[in-house]
């Protein structure tokens, strides 16, 4: 464990909830007076009862309307302003006012995708920063429900997403907001924000907060040893962090930046699974396949017919075959009527590209400038983009699209060189016994005389039986007379 955090009496989750460790029951809700290191459980901590998280009786038993749950992005992006200025004016903030709206995102039923959506498809460059940090918690909330954290641990980890980038607000505005590739100076002002957020957050050491410190720390480090500042491995890291250090890699790939445009959910995803397969807990990265499927809600795509269709429900038993709502015919024309394919039963019709909504705007016609898959983005111009992408090794838009099952669930190195091996093989096999059976037929022509004599065969005139013969041999005697007469 790093020195940094033994001398400010902070430890992860891990060594805090070490195995067998009994917990006091009926704690109060109070803060505690003992360090955090003692504290017997951070996520009951995480919900006591103050008046900022206290349910209004005035709408008890009533549901929100989409309007009202969407009306909480604007809540988060005006309480994130506020830290925003807090943290430049070197000031504290109120974090209880951050778990009230994380609250309330925990309490939405799990079959409202309105804020989900809006996350997903609102794109605003000025103020990207505020916006990934609400996208990244809404995400994280969703993956954890699917990972079946209770409603403590999800309000813990939603706030942790919600200031993963605190850090970032400290960074000058002429960097943040450059449009075009950072200097080698400027990206290493960038990637100190993990230590700036850790400075801003460990005050909290002896409050219910103190674990956000901790987290925010941990956001980039990978489970290879890859990651930075420390170079963490494996269960070193937070498993808050290695989720929110998933969902930040997402976010950033399919929204926009001020140094680039954004790309389609569908390559999103792709490359999140096929680069994560070594950075990221795979039960995670199954998790956000399942939540975001392949193609995600309120995402086009075309089908082999040529028409385009709007997803309107996934499966992620069939991520590759949803239910689609055509809004262009094959010939680029709207269609007027409400049209439902369900891909699941229909097997002449499937998926073969992605689209963009621009696309769908101009009648299926790719418009100039838009691309949906990454070519030769660096790090520095995508703000912690793949390493990967830096090299020009990006996926291509005519890729198949049984990529995101091979790289999803691939075989072994060693299946795919056998089964190679077995082919040449097979192949030289094949090959010797055409070269057998050349040799035996041309064997057999050259053994044959080149002049044969022609046999002379004479026709026997036909010799009548008669009825009263009783046996062949009369005839037999017959037909030899009449040789030895010849």
Known sequence: MPRLWKENRMVSFRELHRPGRKTRQGRSSAPPQEP????????????????????????????????????????????????????????????????AIILQMVEIAPGEDSLFIKAMYFDKEIDFLINKCINVAIYAIRIGRELDFDQNKLV???????????????????????????SEEEFRIVKQHSDFGYKILSGLSDSP?????????????RRDGSGYPMGLA????????????????YEAISHSRPQRDKFSHFHAIREVIKIGKKNFSRS?????????????????????????????ETFPDFPLRPKLQIVLDSQGRDVTTKRIVDLRKNSLLYITD???????????????????????YSDKEGFFLPEKWQTGSGVTPDRPLRGVSEVFAPKPKFV????????????????????????LFHR?????PENPKPSVIRKMPRQSTSPNSDSGQGVSGKLTGQKDSV
């Not at 901590?45 to 969407?70: C, F, M, N, R």
């Not at 942790?160 to 960074?171: D, K, R, S, T, Y």
């Open 156 to 182: 813990a980890l939603g706030l942790a997403a919600l200031l993963h980038e605190v850090g970032m607000f400290a960074i000058p505005d002429h960097i943040l907001y450059k449009k075009s590739k950072l």
């Open 354 to 376: 992605a689209v963009l909504e621009e696309e769908v705007k101009n009648r299926g016609q790719k418009p100039a400038g838009i691309r949906e898959a990454p070519e030769e």
């Open 234 to 249: 494996g269960d070193e890291i937070h498993e808050f962090s290695q989720l929110i250090g998933l969902v930040d890699m």
């Open 209 to 221: 907060y103190g674990f956000l410190a901790d987290v925010v720390l941990q956001i980039h480090e």
């Open 284 to 312: 995670h990265l199954r998790a956000l396949l399942n939540c975001f499927s392949v193609f995600p809600l309120s995402s086009y795509v075309r089908l082999n017919s040529r028409a385009l269709g709007k997803v309107i």
């Open 416 to 439: 795919s060189r056998r089964l190679g091996f077995k082919f040449i093989v097979g192949a030289i096999l094949i090959l010797a016994a055409f070269l057998v059976l050349w040799w």
């Open 36 to 99: 955090l290191r003692r504290s017997p459980s951070v996520f009951r901590l995480l919900a006591p009862e103050t008046e900022a998280v206290k349910p209004d009786d005035s709408g008890a038993g009533s549901t929100p309307s989409s309007e009202q749950i969407v009306s909480l992005y604007e809540e988060a992006f005006a309480y994130l302003h506020k830290v925003f200025d807090a943290v430049r004016r070197k000031k504290t903030f109120d974090l209880a006012k951050g778990r």
């Open 444 to 448: 057999s022509e050259s053994t044959r």
